[in-house]
């Protein structure tokens, strides 16, 4: 595997100004978006993930209130989708690995920064992206998916909503997928 290259620091919070137009190093997050996951977009071949943010997985599956089985993946696709359409995001690169650009962005709402991962995750939609010993990758994010647990927000509503790291750990360990 190719080493992770931490562009500058990662700030835990950004300014809350309101921006007229991108910062210098920074880009739109809207422009012919392809969504591969509720945390990785696709836009001109470039793969964009969101830093820190580790969405459902595409064909796993949560049961909603009416006992329906549901697509846990596509709904985190949805809510990311639905927050880049409504704050249009601009995002700056701190990492490449592999194939892949990690960003940090922020979406205006009224005069405030959002980061757009902590949205995903303060909503129950996302989930912090934990290392291999099991720490965050940044710590705010696992505070942030605790009280969105606890609250019981978006996907933690439902009683077999599984954290992706849970789900990935039980296949590694079982690859004939048998849990």
Not at 6 to 24: C, Q, R
Not at 79 to 107: D, H, Q
Not at 121 to 138: N, Q
Not at 148 to 169: C, I, K, M, N, T
Request: net charge positive; charged share 20%.
């Amino acid at each position: 595997m190719k080493p992770v290259l931490i562009k500058g620091a990662i700030a835990a919070t950004l300014s809350v100004t309101l921006a007229h137009a991108a910062p210098a190093g920074y880009f739109e997050l809207l422009q012919g978006a392809v969504f591969e996951t509720g945390g990785t977009v696709v836009i001109g071949g470039k793969r964009i993930r969101l830093y820190g943010l580790q969405s459902c997985l595409r064909g796993t599956s949560y049961t909603d209130r009416s006992g329906a089985r549901r697509d846990c993946g596509e709904a985190s696709i949805a809510v990311l989708a639905a927050f880049i359409k409504g704050t249009k995001p601009v995002c700056a690169p701190v990492a490449e690995r592999n194939v892949s650009t990690f960003v940090v962005c922020y979406a205006t709402v009224g005069k405030q920064r959002l980061d757009l991962a902590m949205m995903m995750i303060t909503e129950g939609y996302g989930f912090a992206t934990l290392k291999a010993d099991g720490l965050p990758v940044h710590a705010p994010y696992a505070v942030a998916e605790q009280d969105a647990r606890e609250r019981r927000r978006g996907l933690w509503r439902f009683s077999d909503v599984q954290h992706p790291a849970v789900f990935l750990s039980r296949t590694a360990k079982n690859p004939q997928g048998v849990l």
